[in-house]
Each structure stands twice: as C-alpha cells, then as structure tokens.
C-alpha cells in the first residue's frame, strides 16, 4: 500500500516564498522484496550422516528428532524366508555354551519372543556397549538388532536399523551376541527386533522441538531404505579386495509427493563413480509427500569411513 513520507527541505533562495520554508510532501511505493510463495511452503530437512560399511554395520553420525509422539525410529522391516543352507549352517555353528545360549525350557524366562531375546542379550548388549566406549567416549543412541530365527529356534542372521550415534564396533559386538542366542522352536521361521538404547547420565538433548521434526525423522527412514541399493553400489574393488572409499553431501529436490526431481552434489570426496551410484540411489528413493506441497532434503553419505576418522 502507498504511504506518504514527510521529508524536510532546508531553507535556500529556491525554495524560499515569502520567507516562509518550503514542505515537501513525497509520495512512494512501499518497497518490499517479492514474496515466494513456494519457498515459504517448502520443506526442508537435513539429514545426518549416514555410514555405509562393507562388513554391512551401518549407522547414522547423529539420530533423528523424536517427531511425533510414537513416530518410529524403526524402518518396516524386510520379510525374510530362510534357504535351507542358512538353517543347517546355523544348526551347524551354533554353540550352546556360547553367552546367551541359554536352554529353551528355562521358566524363568518370558514367552514372548521379542522380550525372551531382550532377556538374554540385555546384560551382553551392555558390556558391548562399555567396550564400545573405548572407541567413542559420547556413544548415546539407539539401535534395532534383528533377528532372523528358524522353526528350531536358532538364529539363522543377524541384522540392524536405526542405529545412530553408537559404534560401529559396539553394533558389530552386539550382532555377535544375538547370534548365539536360543529362542523356542516354532512352526514357522521368525522376524524378533531387540531395540537398545543406550543413554549416558547427565546427557543433554535438544529439548526445543522443530515445526519440521516429524518430517526429518520420515526423511531418516526413507534415506536408511536406499541401504541395499548403497550397498549395491559399494562392491569392493576386485584386484586389491579393499573396501571403496567416498563421501558426498547429496541435495535432493521433492516434488508434491516425495518424488526426487533434481538432484545437486557439493562437496564430494573419493570414488568418483561411487558417488554417482550413491546420487542414483537416493534419486530412486520416494520419500514421505512434503507437508509444505514441496520440500528438500539434504544428507551426507559415507563410504567405509576409517574408526578414527569420525
């Protein structure tokens, strides 16, 4: 809207009449820079970086918002059918004497799969992450064990999601433990989750949440579901046998429905044609639809990073 500025003229043989002081009344347009309407709506999130390891223990740098209440930190689950081979091989290997192989006919313990592993891995899962200390001293998140269990009971593999701000090697030691552990025999082969978190004393936490919380930490699970095709992408190199080494911060641009349609890397580091399949993976990958009609998420994906480089 128009506005009138009252500006003062000092006294000079032009504007003199009369003696009396000239006033000038200016009138201008209010000047205001153009509104983006579409920048105003838009989504923006950053998600931390995430690691990706040839010995498959993946973690993200830093964990996400808590978002909503309830909101999982937890991506869905693959299902899983066990080939006969990976059965005998782990009826073969198991080793009933191992920590946590405790028999399947112990009362004390509960009925429930998901709480009868929780029982028996809970005291390794902490010396684990004791251990881990040694390798990062502010180890302070969470991580998801799979189980992978046959009709006997056994643990066929081990796997992991949703693991953030905890050591690798302290990921590592805890598959190792879920390995040996016994459940009941059952007619069909199981999915069990262990979730862990660990939480030093006195550990400060963002308290101040973010109108955008619930949508970076969708943008977490989206970005750990493109893992099988990083992984794809991360193939170690068939004359030395050494893992691949790269790093990228990757933009990503979302159109309405969580569709990538412009992608931007800056800075980027290492295997060059590592980073490009790690930018075609992240493209392929739909997230959530930006509450805003469109959004942008920015993240950083490393490949086989050295322990002390983190």
């Given amino acids: 809207m128009p506005y009138g500025a009252l500006v003062q003229v000092r006294p000079s043989r ?23 309407d579409e ?12 690691e990706i390891n040839a010995s498959g223990v993946d973690r993200f ?14 991506p869905t689950i693959p299902p899983w059918s066990p080939p006969a081979s990976a059965l005998e091989a782990a009826s073969e290997t198991a080793d009933d004497s191992a920590p946590g192989a405790l028999a399947t006919s112990d009362p004390t313990l509960p009925e429930l799969p998901a ?12 010396r684990c992450y004791n ?3 040694v390798y990062d001293p502010t180890q302070d998140g969470h991580v998801a064990i799979i189980l992978r269990v046959g009709r006997d009971g056994r643990v066929a593999r081990v796997e992991s999601y949703g693991a953030c701000e ?21 007619r069909e082969p199981e999915t069990v989750v262990v979730h862990a978190l660990f939480t030093q004393q006195g ?31 991360d193939e170690h190199n068939g004359f030395s046998g050494k893992p691949r080494v790269a790093t990228a911060s990757i933009a990503l641009e979302l159109d309405a429905r969580g569709k990538v349609i412009r992608s931007h890397v800056d800075p980027s580091s290492g295997d060059a044609a590592l980073v490009t399949c790690a930018t075609q993976a992240l493209e392929r990958t739909v997230f ?16 086989n990073p050295r322990s002390g480089a983190r």
């Fill in 131 to 133: 251990r881990g200390l």
């Fill in 203 to 233: 550990a400060a936490r963002r308290g101040t949440p973010l109108s955008t919380d619930a949508y970076a930490t969708a943008a977490y699970l989206a970005v750990e579901g493109a893992r099988p095709l990083l992984h794809g992408c």
């Fill in 166 to 186: 905890i050591a690798s090697e302290t990921i590592a030691c805890m598959q190792d433990v879920a390995k040996h552990i016994r459940l009941r025999p059952a």
């Fill in 288 to 303: 959530p639809p930006p509450p805003g009609g469109t959004g942008s998420v920015l993240t950083r994906i490393s490949f």
């Fill in 61 to 74: 740098a830093n964990c996400p918002p808590p978002g909503e209440l309830g909101q999982t930190w937890v």
């Fill in 39 to 50: 920048a105003e709506r838009r989504t923006s999130v950053e998600v931390a970086e995430l």
């Fill in 115 to 126: 709480e009868r592993a929780s029982a028996l891995t809970h005291e390794a899962f902490r």
């Fill in 14 to 36: 032009r504007n003199l009449v009369g003696g009396a002081v000239v006033v000038l009344l200016v009138s201008c347009a209010e000047q205001k820079p153009p509104v983006d």
